[in-house]
């Protein structure tokens, strides 16, 4: 029975070998310490998304996404962020996607506040139930890194008076509560990304302020909000922070500004949004506006905004200034802004005042990038990274952008990320800590989280 | 303005469909034990499919009827920019039943025509992932099965020559569903967008070879199966997605081609008293399947026709297998073959992930009564690891696939 035993070794040959693929590369920490992870940031930090902090958002967040795959390389546990405990949005209402009728009639998908919010009192205070009150996520939405240096300012930001040590005592400033938490906490990795809000609150007031880097403060070392940042009062205060931040000699990462004005809130709204259908509009429109204030006659069909510039002149915008999704939509359609009325300055970025915020990112940037090499940190360059959004990418078989709802990256706010957006942040984070820490820490599942949620 | 509010284009990047060696080689159970090998041989009436020239040597009709059982598993781990690959996941097992039913031979005892009728299955192909799976926004599972009907001449020139033809039509089905990347309140996994496509397909060609009998012991043939372009008219689009999104994601219907590629194969046979070798060439004419097209009859803003570029590349397999005689009544057969990919590096997709084949076959043949043969075959077929990446999707990994064939056939001569 010579053929039958042929047949059947063959038969044994083939069921023993199931196709393998098995991971052959370990996840290693490399020359990193990741046992006790500290996150310093903003509200890209906290996990704020659809224009709010709520508890699912704060569950996404980029510190979170890279503490689960810090834990496989030896960080223990817990992660403790600062929860609050409502999900429709502390302290204001969160954005959702809802149909919404316009003054025109149009009745579409808009993001509009939760409906029937209100403030829950057990979101504030937040006290930590671990060891010695530990919180591993110390990121405050809008928090500038000249705000680091300002005593009290818990008092004047609630988001940091629901969790700082000692947010009652006027003196407490960022930075203690940084050192408070070094202090008692010992982080032996820390990522830092702060500078973002020190252009973006210019940025979303259109421009008010000085923008030139070169702004005093208006009372003690508090500087304005709607303003860039003073760049050496930039300079000083980071560097405090970093100091602090790595004085236990903890490794980390150090993460830069990305290019704000490539997200939704900037481009939603074309500034060639002027529609005109009718030619006795057209007319008026050449006749109320004289030519010097136009590049050129109006047409039917799409034409370029009037608008208010920050110098109050009131002239047609030219190619590559933006309008921010903030625009009440409803006085474009109906109260003939953009057209018969400017629109407002503080809706409007002139190529004068992009330029400046470009200016401000590149000096931080360097400024951070020094400071990465110096320290020896990991430097993780979101900028560059996101320049890739907006023209888009494919990721395990979703197509992402930075465009508004359809490109899953950027929630309802037109800022911050989503989900989705923060987990890619984490994988990007951690391809830097990879590359300069010759670790292997394996990537996130990124399309397992929440995109655009639709009703 | 804020027209560009909910634009919610997109990607369905896959659409992939069938993907690659889809081409299955089982159309004869003594050939694929013999590594797949036929074109210059006639044993039995599988030639209609092998190479119809063999159809008149045949001793008097045949009807011919088998079956093979295909098992086939893949398993995928993706690997990240770091080298570090996270996630091992396997296909759902499913097992799958081609079949081969060939009628025919000289219409009358040394009458130089022959007539014959096959019925068999040469492309196909299906993979079922976990519905959650990586890559789910780009293929959850896919279906293809083609039934080709071959009407078949065949003509003695002299005892050395012989030529034949026949015509093909072919029909089959598809089906395919992923996930698309919008969800409702519940999130993905739980709340995904799925598309499901499925239609039937047709298509005609044909199959045409010549043999050459240098001597009793030594033989040639070639052969070449045409392209079948297998087309799907008005299938269904069905899109399960969140209720604002229904009159952007309209159930509709759709229109594709899916080729089935050109095959010219050589093949030589030698026979020594009771052991006979057989060696043959297939050349592949993948570059058929360049992209894949899905044009949807209704269109919105975010429902656009797709196409997803594969640029298959044109192989040729070597084949070779054995027959040895033990007497009368049985002969054991094997072979082996190294079937390369048609797919190149980045656009290697989860619907039918496909890397160079290495196959194994054997099998045995018993003539228990005159005119009555029994046929058993078992083929094991195992792919490189391959590790690989489908750009258009964006998703990477390493593949494997793995199967093994048993097949089962009867003929009787008349």
């Not at chain 2, 992932?129 to 279906?143: C, E, H, I």
């Not at chain 2, 967008?193 to 199959?207: E, I, K, P, Q, Y």
């Not at chain 2, 199966?225 to 994601?249: C, E, H, W, Y």
């Not at chain 2, 052991?275 to 894949?292: C, R």
């Amino acid at each position: 029975m010579r053929k039958i035993y042929i047949v059947g070794a063959l038969a044994v040959l083939f069921s023993a070998c199931k196709p393998n693929v098995a991971i052959t590369t370990k996840p290693s920490p490399g020359t990193a310490n990741f046992a006790n992870y500290l996150a310093i940031g903003s509200s890209y930090t906290a996990g704020f998304s659809d224009n709010a902090l709520t508890v699912s958002g704060q569950y996404n967040s980029y510190p979170i996404r890279l503490f689960e795959q810090f834990s496989l390389v030896g960080s223990d546990g817990p992660f403790i962020q600062p929860y609050v405990y409502s999900d429709n949005g502390y302290a204001n209402p969160k954005l959702v996607l809802s149909h919404k009728t316009y003054c025109n009639g149009d009745y579409r998908l808009a993001p509009i506040d939760v409906p029937n919010w209100n403030a829950d009192s057990r979101d504030s205070p937040f006290v930590s139930t671990a060891n010695n009150g530990q919180i591993n996520n110390i990121g405050i939405p809008r928090i500038r890194a000249v705000d680091y240096m300002v005593a009290g300012f818990p008092l004047i930001n609630r988001w940091a008076s629901r969790f700082y040590n000692n947010a009652a005592n006027p003196a407490t400033r960022p930075l203690d509560e940084l050192s408070f938490r070094v202090r008692t906490q010992h982080p032996t990795f820390v990522t830092m990304w702060l500078g973002i809000d020190d252009v973006l609150g210019f940025a979303l007031a259109g421009g008010q302020g000085d923008g030139t880097g070169a702004a005093l403060p208006v009372a003690g070392n508090i500087y304005n909000s709607h303003d860039i940042s003073n760049f050496n009062a930039f300079f000083n205060a980071y560097d405090s922070a970093l100091n602090t931040a790595v004085s236990t000699s903890a490794d980390g990462a150090l993460i830069n500004i990305p290019d704000i004005l490539s997200l939704p809130f900037f481009n939603v709204i074309p500034v060639k949004g002027l529609n005109l259908t009718r030619r006795s509009l057209v007319d008026s429109l050449n006749a109320k506006y004289p030519s010097a204030t136009r590049e050129k006659a109006f047409d039917t069909g799409y034409n370029y905004f009037i608008v208010r510039d920050h110098n109050g002149n009131v002239r047609q915008a030219v190619p590559g200034e933006l309008i921010l999704m903030t625009t009440p939509v409803d006085s474009i359609l109906c109260a003939s802004w953009g057209g018969w009325n400017p629109i407002p300055e503080e809706y409007v970025i002139t190529t004068e005042e992009q330029q400046q915020i470009q200016t401000a990112i590149s000096t931080f940037n360097g400024h951070i990038f020094n400071r990465a090499q110096l320290f020896n940190l990991a430097y993780v360059d979101m900028h560059n990274y996101l320049t890739s959004f907006p023209s888009g990418f494919s990721y395990n078989g979703i197509k992402y952008s930075t465009d508004f709802v359809s490109g899953g990256t950027i929630s309802l706010d037109g800022i911050h990320p989503t989900q989705r957006g923060y987990a890619l942040i984490a994988n990007k984070i951690i391809m830097a800590i990879n590359d300069h820490y010759k670790a292997t820490i394996p990537q996130t599942d990124v399309n397992k989280y929440r995109g655009i949620t639709f009703p | 303005m804020k027209k560009r509010l909910l634009a919610a284009s997109l990607v369905l990047s896959a659409f992939s469909s069938f993907g690659s060696g889809y081409q299955l080689n089982l159309q004869g159970l003594r050939q694929l034990a013999m590594g797949g090998t036929g074109t210059a041989w006639t044993w039995d009436a599988a030639t209609i499919f092998y190479n119809p020239a063999g159809l008149c040597r045949l001793n008097g009709i045949q009807v011919y009827a088998s079956t093979t059982l295909l098992m086939p598993s893949t398993a995928f781990s993706n690997q990240v920019n770091s080298g570090t690959e996270t996630t091992a996941i396997r296909s759902e097992r499913q097992n799958f039943l081609p079949f081969n039913i060939y009628v025919g031979g000289p219409i009358q005892q040394d009458s130089r025509f022959a007539l014959g009728l096959g019925i068999y299955t040469p492309f196909g192909s299906g993979l079922k992932w976990d519905n959650n799976w990586l890559g789910k926004y780009l293929v959850q599972s896919v279906n293809m099965k083609s039934v080709f009907f071959q009407p078949t001449i065949s003509y003695r020139i002299s005892d050395r020559l012989s030529v034949g033809a026949g015509f093909v039509y072919a029909a089959g089905s598809f089906d395919y569903t992923a996930a698309l990347p919008v969800h409702g309140v519940n999130g993905p996994g739980q709340d995904d967008g799925t598309v499901m496509l499925d239609g039937s397909a047709s298509g005609v060609g044909f199959n045409a070879g010549i043999q050459f009998r240098a001597n009793e012991d030594l033989q040639f043939g070639l052969s070449y199966r045409s392209q079948v372009n297998m087309d799907i008219g008005r299938g269904n689009a069905n899109f399960t997605v969140p209720a604002s999104l229904k009159d952007s994601f309209p159930d509709t219907q759709f229109d594709t081609q899916l080729p089935c590629p050109g095959v010219l194969s050589l093949g030589t046979g030698w026979r020594f008293n009771d052991l006979t070798l057989q060696f043959d060439l297939n050349y592949t004419m993948w570059n058929a399947f360049d992209s894949l097209r899905f044009n949807f009859v209704q269109h919105t803003g975010s429902l656009q026709d797709m196409h997803a570029p594969r640029h298959y590349r044109n192989t040729l397999t070597a084949r070779i297998g054995a027959c040895y005689k033990i007497s009368r009544v049985v002969a054991i057969m094997g072979g082996a073959a190294f079937d390369p990919t048609p797919v190149v590096n980045g656009f290697v997709s989860p619907d039918l992930p496909d890397a160079d084949r290495y196959i194994l076959t054997a099998g045995i043949a018993i003539k228990p009564l005159p005119g009555f043969t029994i046929l058993a075959a078992l083929e094991g077929v195992s792919t490189e690891r391959r590790a690989a990446s489908y750009n258009y999707g964006g998703l990477s990994g390493v593949y494997q696939t793995q199967a093994i064939n048993p097949g089962i056939g009867i003929y009787y001569n008349f």
